[in-house]
């Protein structure tokens, strides 16, 4: 279980963070995702599309910076968003919009299926 509270997508090993998603932040990317990270934490009115956008970045950010607490992070503030009534919608316009602004990148790491061990993971311990 030490793992789990050190590792917060346990099973998938710290080091294959990088491959977890299809998309990496880029340089402007990176840029957005600290101004729409200061936005959320100074408690300004955010869009759907901006929490979407916070969401799919800040997963990116944590991810390929291998950044645990900054994972931790990311899930806390998904499970706050949700517990607001604030649901994952239209993510897949936002995540366009993400690459048509050249905001984030096809990530050449990227190992299809990975994240669905530590979903699957989740399910199974949930049963439990």
């Known amino acids: ?58 997963v990116y950010y944590a991810t390929a910076n291998r950044n645990t607490s900054e994972v931790f992070a990311w899930q806390d503030i998904c499970i706050t968003l949700d517990d607001k009534g604030i649901f994952e919608k239209n993510m897949y316009r936002s995540k366009e919009d993400l690459k048509n602004n050249s905001l984030i990148i096809k990530n050449p790491e990227y190992r299809s299926g990975l994240y669905r061990q530590y979903v699957e993971y989740v399910k199974e311990n949930m049963k439990k």
């Open 1 to 58: 279980m030490k793992s789990e509270k050190t590792n917060p997508l346990f099973p998938i090993e710290i080091n294959d963070y990088p491959k977890l998603f299809d998309y990496v932040l880029t340089e402007k990317g990176l840029i957005f995702f600290h101004a729409i990270k200061r936005k959320y934490i100074l408690g300004k009115d955010m869009s759907l599309d901006e929490f979407n956008k916070l969401r799919l970045l800040y």
